[in-house]
């Protein structure tokens, strides 16, 4: 039996403000942000139980760097997992900007918090 691999696609979703990893055209995860000027706030990341451990969160979010990047905006990293991803590809940590207390009250307010 030949195991079928299918290269995971990253879409941005702007009307629900994230990112989505498609895995044979279906979601298999997300990262969700707010946009606070000339900063992409990342919130939150997820990755559905049936693709844990396949590195599809990585591809994710080096994807939605990526996109940040070309649309020349600066990344707040308040997820915890961006933030780790940013520490570990320092390709990507000219984009962040610190998690300020002031950006924080600004996200609970843009989530209705």
């Known amino acids: ?6 290269t995971p696609v990253v879409r941005r979703v702007d009307e629900r ?3 989505e990893i498609l895995v044979d055209g279906a979601r298999a995860g ?15 990341t997820e990755i559905d139980d049936a693709h844990a451990g396949q590195g599809l969160a990585s591809v994710l979010v080096r ?16 997820c915890p997992y ?3 991803f940013l520490t570990k590809h320092e390709e990507f940590a000219d984009l ?3 998690v300020t ?8 307010g843009a989530l209705g918090r």
């Open 96 to 98: 962040a900007d610190p």
């Open 82 to 84: 961006v933030a780790g």
């Open 30 to 44: 997300l990262t969700a942000y707010r946009d606070r000027g000339e900063q992409r706030v990342f919130f939150h």
């Open 63 to 78: 994807e939605a760097l990526t996109d940040v990047r070309a649309a020349g905006l600066r990344v707040v990293p308040v």
């Open 1 to 6: 039996m030949t195991e079928q691999t299918t």
């Open 17 to 19: 403000h994230r990112y």
């Open 101 to 108: 207390p002031e950006a924080l009250r600004w996200l609970d």
